[in-house]
C-alpha cells in the first residue's frame, strides 16, 4: 500500500496534543464515557471501550481518571447525554473531510463546525457527499527502525490486510476494522508492539497536497480539531515532507 508514513503524521499530531492536553484529556474522557454507556464498562467485551482506554493511556491520562469515566459512563453516575454526529464537506481544493463529534447541543456543533469551513475556504456538504471515499479500518504503525521483514510475515500470518514501509524506516500493518483487536494482540504477543494503533478512515484515493494549498487544508484540520465537540477529522489529502 502506497503513501506517506503514519509516523510523521503521529509526531505532528503529539506535538499539537502536548501543547493543548487539557482539551485532549476531556475529548477523551467524553469518548471513554459514551464507550461505556453504550456498550457497559467491561473492556475485554466493549471494542469501541478498549479502543477509547487505549487511546486515553496513549494520552498519557491518569489511570483513575479514566477508571471514573467507565463508571460514569457505565451507569455509576450521571454521564450526561451525548449525540453522535458526522459533519462531511470540502476543504479548498475539493479535499473531502469528515468530521465526527460527540456533542449535548447539536445547534451549538453544527454552527462551529459550518463556521470553521466557512472561514477556511471550504464549504459544508450533505450527508453521504464525501463519506463513500473512505473506508473504515485499523492501522498499527511502528516508529522508523521496525523489522519490517518480520512484521510482514507475522501480520500477513495472523490475517491482517496488508503491510506498508516507508522511507523513514518506519511500517505500517493495515487490518479491516473487525480484525483490529486481534491481530494487535496477537502481534503484541509475538513482541511487535505498535508505537501508535487506531481504527480510523482511510481514503481509497488521496490527493497530494505541498506548499500553500496544503497550508490552507492543515489550517481548517487544526481549526476543526480544536473544537470541543470534535473528536476526530479524517480527509482524503495526503501531505507532502
Not at 101 to 120: G, I, P, Q
Amino acid at each position: 500500500m502506497a503513501g506517506h508514513s503514519k509516523w510523521a503524521n503521529i509526531k505532528h499530531k503529539k506535538a499539537a496534543n502536548d501543547k493543548k492536553r487539557g482539551k485532549l484529556w476531556s475529548k477523551l474522557i467524553k469518548e471513554v464515557t459514551v464507550a461505556a454507556r453504550q456498550g457497559g464498562g467491561e473492556a475485554s467485551a466493549n471494542p469501541r471501550l478498549r479502543l477509547a482506554i487505549d487511546k486515553a493511556k496513549a494520552g498519557n491520562m491518569p489511570n483513575d481518571t479514566i477508571d471514573r469515566a467507565v463508571k460514569r459512563g457505565a451507569g455509576g453516575e450521571d454521564a450526561g447525554n451525548f449525540d453522535e454526529i458526522r459533519y462531511e464537506g470540502y476543504a479548498p481544493g475539493g479535499i473531502a473531510v469528515l468530521v465526527d463529534c460527540l456533542t449535548d447541543n447539536r445547534n451549538r456543533t453544527a454552527s462551529e463546525v459550518r463556521h470553521a469551513f466557512t472561514k477556511h475556504g471550504g464549504n459544508l456538504g450533505t450527508d453521504g457527499s464525501v463519506s463513500y471515499l473512505f473506508q473504515k479500518q485499523g492501522i498499527l504503525s511502528y516508529a522508523p527502525g521496525a523489522d519490517e521483514e518480520t512484521l510482514l510475515e507475522l501480520a500477513l500470518e495472523v490475517g491482517a490486510d496488508d503491510v506498508a514501509g516507508h522511507d523513514d524506516e518506519s511500517v505500517d500493518v493495515y487490518t479491516s476494522a473487525e480484525s483490529f483487536h486481534t491481530i494487535h494482540d496477537r502481534l503484541i504477543e509475538e513482541d511487535q508492539v505498535p508505537d501508535h494503533a487506531e481504527i480510523t478512515f482511510s481514503a481509497d484515493t488521496q490527493i497530494s497536497l505541498h506548499g500553500e494549498a496544503a497550508d490552507k487544508v492543515l489550517r481548517l484540520i487544526d481549526f476543526l480539531e480544536d473544537l470541543d465537540d470534535v473528536q476526530a477529522v479524517y480527509t482524503n489529502a495526503d501531505f507532502t515532507d
